[in-house]
């Protein structure tokens, strides 16, 4: 099962995510569900990178499908309200995913 955590300050912005596991919805290379995770949430930190000019901390790697994006603290507040509603975008297409595979995916 692939595992988001959603990281919100009091404020209820998004401070970070992360993602690890994989679906197993089908063989390797063939895993509609991973494949849209992955493609959600890639595309989310791309949006960031390429939008709003901001270079997130980001790990990635290993076998266990993980990614981690966190907001630096000194973003600008303008450009860090652009940043919550690509996150927020991201989200919204998390969900979903996880609606119609939700044996697969689970975000907290």
């Known amino acids: ?5 959603i ?12 993602v690890s596991g994989h679906a ?8 509609i569900v991973c494949a849209g995770v992955s493609a959600v949430t ?3 930190v791309n949006s960031i990178i390429a939008l709003c ?9 290993g076998e266990g499908g993980y990614l981690y994006c966190e907001i630096p603290a000194d973003v600008e ?3 860090f309200e652009r940043i919550q509603l690509l ?8 969900e979903s995913i996880e609606r119609d595979y939700q044996s697969y995916i689970k975000i907290n």
Do not use: H
């Open 1 to 5: 099962m692939i595992k988001i955590d």
């Open 7 to 18: 990281t919100r300050d009091t404020a209820n912005q998004i401070q970070a995510f992360e």
């Open 24 to 31: 197993d919805f089908a063989e390797y290379g063939s895993d």
């Open 42 to 44: 890639i595309g989310a």
């Open 53 to 61: 000019d901001v270079t997130p901390i980001i790990e990635q790697g």
């Open 77 to 79: 507040p303008s450009t």
């Open 87 to 94: 996150l927020e975008g991201m989200i919204v297409s998390l």
